[in-house]
T-cell receptor, first 116, second 110 residues
Framework: GAVVSQHPSRVICKSGTSVKIECRSL??????MFWYRQFPKQSLMLMAT?????????EQGVEKDKFLINHASLTLSTLTVTSAHPEDSSFYIC????????????FGDGTRLSIL | GENVEQHPSTLSVQEGDSAVIKCTYS??????FPWYKQELGKRPQLIID?????GEKKDQRIAVTLNKTAKHFSLHITETQPEDSAVYFC?????????FGAGTTVTVRA
């Protein structure tokens, strides 16, 4: 149980392109979904938290107009990197949680984004 | 906000020996402490977690201890095997979001 699917797994595109990443909870309803960014050999950096039907809460320093998050249902959240540039290249991982903060977060497989 | 410190950053152990990773947290309101294992290029996988009303939890070769007074918690892996080689992250949660430690790269030597 507690499977989270994330697509695509790998994206290579030109600078200026917008890229959408999907995160789905397959066998549970995700009250909250989280989006992280991870640089090589570093920890997970929380970008934003989203609750179904609400606007996402962004962490300090994360541009909300650059990283658009939509959480339209209890099983789907999307992250759109708008007008991506090489500095946006990274490993993006989503996680989903049922219930409150005392419940585990389950992670997707991540998306490796490379902007040329 | 919450600050989680994790030590050591790298750990090399002989197969069959034990591995211990230690974390400290700053927010006394944190009440949930999961540990994740991440292999290269893959998703973090929850391996064990503990809540603030429990001092110790064990699952086969893995155990976690929590000292709320001192605000530290530890991961213990016994009888290590080559497949235990990975990066391990501790985290602390205050009912809102997880704050992760910097990670420990564990290498089990055959």
């Amino acid at each position: 149980g507690a499977v989270v699917s994330q697509h695509p797994s790998r994206v290579i595109c030109k600078s200026g392109t917008s890229v959408k990443i999907e995160c789905r909870s397959l066998d549970f309803q995700a009250t909250t979904m989280f989006w992280y960014r991870q640089f090589p050999k570093q920890s997970l950096m929380l970008m934003a938290t989203s609750n179904e039907g609400s606007k996402a809460t962004y962490e300090q320093g994360v541009e909300k107009d650059k990283f658009l998050i939509n959480h339209a249902s209890l099983t789907l959240s999307t992250l759109t990197v708008t007008s991506a540039h090489p500095e946006d290249s990274s490993f993006y991982i989503c996680s989903a949680r049922a219930g409150t903060g005392g419940q585990p977060q389950h992670f997707g497989d991540g998306t490796r984004l490379s902007i040329l | 906000g919450e600050n989680v410190e994790q030590h050591p950053s790298t750990l090399s152990v002989q197969e069959g020996d034990s591995a211990v990773i230690k974390c400290t947290y700053s927010d006394s309101a944190s009440n949930y402490f999961p540990w994740y294992k991440q292999e290269l290029g893959k998703r973090p996988q929850l391996i064990i977690d503990i809540r603030s009303n429990v001092g110790e939890k064990k699952d086969q070769r893995i155990a976690v201890t929590l000292n709320k007074t001192a605000k530290h918690f530890s991961l213990h892996i016994t009888e290590t095997q080559p497949e235990d080689s990975a990066v391990y992250f501790c985290a602390a949660s205050n009912d809102y979001k997880l704050s992760f430690g910097a990670g420990t790269t564990v290498t089990v030597r055959a």
